[in-house]
């Protein structure tokens, strides 16, 4: 028997992350991490940085004080 892997998005609001750095403290995997970039707010935001230690497990989405991280599964 053989299991499939579940399609996962991780969508991050760029414009309304605060960079406060708490998804990135939170993440078990250390896969999120800071845009090199600045948003419109004067912030750099969180990205998931290394997708391919991401689980999807959604500690980042519930530690997220804007509700600016969202994860889709397919």
Same mark, same amino acid.
């Given at each position: 028997?053989?299991?499939?892997?579940?399609?996962?998005?991780? @969508?991050?609001? /760029?414009? %309304? +992350? *605060? #960079?406060?750095?708490? +998804?990135? &403290? %939170?993440?078990?995997?250390?896969?999120? #991490?800071?845009? &090199?970039? @600045?948003? =419109?707010?004067?912030?750099?935001?969180? %990205?998931?940085?290394?997708?391919? *230690?991401? =689980?999807? +497990? #959604? /500690?980042?989405?519930?530690? +997220?004080? /804007?509700?600016?991280?969202? @994860?889709?599964?397919?």
């Amino acid at each position: 028997m053989s299991k499939l892997k579940a399609r996962v998005t991780i @969508i991050i609001e /760029d414009e %309304v +992350c *605060k #960079g406060c750095g708490l +998804c990135v &403290d %939170v993440c078990p995997h250390g896969a999120m #991490g800071f845009a &090199d970039h @600045i948003n =419109t707010r004067g912030f750099h935001p969180a %990205v998931l940085r290394h997708p391919e *230690k991401c =689980t999807a +497990c #959604g /500690d980042c989405a519930l530690m +997220c004080p /804007d509700a600016c991280i969202k @994860i889709l599964r397919s």
